[in-house]
């Protein structure tokens, strides 16, 4: 992909490479011979790489079935800036993508939550599974904003509450919230395992210099 744009004192506003966000190619740029700015993600001679833009490939973990929730996971992931995978792993593990299933502490739905909790997130029918898949997201969110992006922890505490979790230092001695971190994040990458929160866009000031060439800077 190329994207052209006017040089002279342009000043973009662009994504930093969020933690959550999807592995793609690094984006580069070149100086065309008019002068223009050309954005691409295909190297060549000519490429340079943006500063504050590298991205990581990441591995992938147990892979997770293809779902009717799909594109609202996708778009409930992009809302929260969360990985869809973290989503679809938390959904699969705690209820198979049922959106009628209810455990025997009483959580419902596709993402098993309390009622209190769902509540709390402004869900009126806990058992509809996109508004529960939203709360559950945002559930996540919240999690991940308290526990400093220790995506770790903030499973623990999805699993057996925030307050477990502070208690004992780490990760609960509860067998079953050991099983229920390491299944989910058995179908996540490493990187995603060890994401931190989405940082906020950077702004990148570009100029073309007198002799030429091109300063960008954040």
Same mark, same amino acid.
Do not use: W
């Given at each position: ?7 002279? !004192? ?9 933690p $959550? ?9 070149e ?7 050309? $954005?691409t ?6 490429t ?28 409930v992931?992009?809302? $929260? ?24 502490? !009483? ?10 909790t769902?509540r ?7 058992h ?18 308290? $526990? ?9 505490a ?6 477990a979790?502070?208690?004992q !230092?780490g ?17 996540? !990458? ?5 994401a ?23």
């Amino acid at each position: 992909m190329r994207v052209r744009a006017a040089c002279l !004192g342009l000043l973009l506003i662009l994504p930093a490479a969020a933690p $959550f966000s999807r592995a793609a190619d690094d984006l580069l740029y070149e100086v065309a011979p008019d002068g223009s700015i050309v $954005f691409t993600n295909t190297p060549s001679r000519a490429t340079k790489a943006v500063p504050g833009f590298k991205t990581e490939r990441r591995s992938t973990g147990v892979p997770l079935p293809v779902t009717d929730f799909d594109p609202f996971i996708e778009q409930v992931a992009s809302e $929260f800036q969360l990985e869809p995978a973290l989503i679809k792993a938390v959904a699969l593990v705690e209820s198979g993508f049922n959106p009628g299933a209810t455990s025997p502490k !009483g959580a419902k739905g596709l993402m098993q939550l309390m009622p209190a909790t769902a509540r709390s997130y402004g869900v009126r029918n806990i058992h509809d599974p996109y508004e529960n898949l939203r709360a559950g997201a945002n559930h996540l969110r919240t999690l991940l904003d308290e $526990f400093d992006g220790d995506l770790t922890l903030a499973l623990a505490a999805y699993n057996a509450g925030s307050g477990a979790v502070r208690r004992q !230092g780490g990760v609960p001695r509860y067998r079953e919230t050991q099983d229920y971190v390491r299944k989910v994040e058995g179908h996540l !990458g490493k990187e995603t395992r060890r994401a931190r929160p989405a940082a906020p866009p950077t702004r990148i000031a570009l100029r073309l210099q007198a002799d030429g060439s091109v300063s960008l800077s954040n």
